[in-house]
T-cell receptor
Framework: GQNIDQPTEMTATEGAIVQINCTYQTSGFNGLFWYQQHAGEAPTFLSYNVLDGLEEKGRFSSFLSRSKGYSYLLLKELQMKDSASYLCAVRDSNYQLIWGAGTKLIIKP | ETGVTQTPRHLVMGMTNKKSLKCEQHLGHNAMYWYKQSAKKPLELMFVYNFKEQTENNSVPSRFSPECPNSSHLFLHLHTLQPEDSALYLC????????????????FGPGTRLTVL
């Protein structure tokens, strides 16, 4: 079967750096997405990786290793507003999105 | 109004009620999606419409009935639901892709929080 694994919950301190990991086993690979979802709100698109390597967007970066079936989302200079759930999703060979259950990130002052 | 909107934001219904969820997108997209989101579970894709035609129905019970009158509007008609259907129902839209072009990023509405008593 197809599976996306990410930690259920993480805690970090304001101003620090946190890395949220995502591992996947899917039927084929056509890109990996990261979304941010604040409680009670819509998931919003953060990043897309289809080639190996690091994509940087301001305080957020996303890394992909296709050979390892692994990605991470790196958040720098954490702010209280970064408290949210982070969803990892992989597009498989049928171009279907397979979703992880999300990682709830708690930021403490 | 911009983006993807959903109404109502909250809905409480009994098991014998009939209700409808509405989604509207203002992004000029051609594909629309219904997802179910339960606590601590992955998003479950329910239905996909491309240019008003249903292309996916992921073994969803018939008590959920989608309707897509045009590329901008999507409805989910609910009838004789069960308490386990209580969840957040998310609508999303995207530019339709042949599957080999672009990122096909999906844009989500804020969801309808459904409680079935």
């Amino acid at each position: 079967g197809q599976n996306i694994d990410q930690p259920t919950e993480m805690t970090a301190t304001e101003g620090a750096i946190v890395q949220i990991n995502c591992t996947y086993q899917t039927s084929g690979f056509n890109g990996l997405f990261w979304y941010q979802q604040h409680a009670g709100e819509a998931p919003t698109f953060l990043s897309y990786n289809v080639l190996d390597g690091l994509e940087e967007k301001g305080r957020f970066s996303s890394f992909l290793s296709r050979s390892k079936g692994y990605s991470y989302l790196l958040l720098k200079e954490l702010q209280m507003k970064d408290s949210a759930s982070y969803l990892c999703a992989v597009r498989d060979s049928n171009y279907q999105l397979i979703w992880g259950a999300g990682t709830k990130l708690i930021i403490k002052p | 109004e911009t983006g993807v909107t959903q109404t109502p934001r909250h809905l409480v219904m009994g098991m014998t009620n009939k209700k409808s969820l509405k989604c509207e997108q203002h992004l000029g997209h051609n594909a629309m999606y219904w997802y179910k989101q339960s606590a601590k579970k992955p998003l479950e894709l329910m239905f996909v419409y491309n240019f008003k035609e249903q292309t996916e129905n992921n073994s969803v019970p018939s008590r959920f009935s989608p309707e897509c009158p045009n590329s901008s509007h999507l409805f989910l008609h609910l009838h004789t639901l069960q308490p386990e259907d209580s969840a957040l129902y998310l609508c999303a839209s995207s530019p339709w892709t042949s599957g080999k072009e672009g990122t096909d990023t999906q844009y989500f509405g804020p969801g309808t929080r459904l409680t079935v008593l």
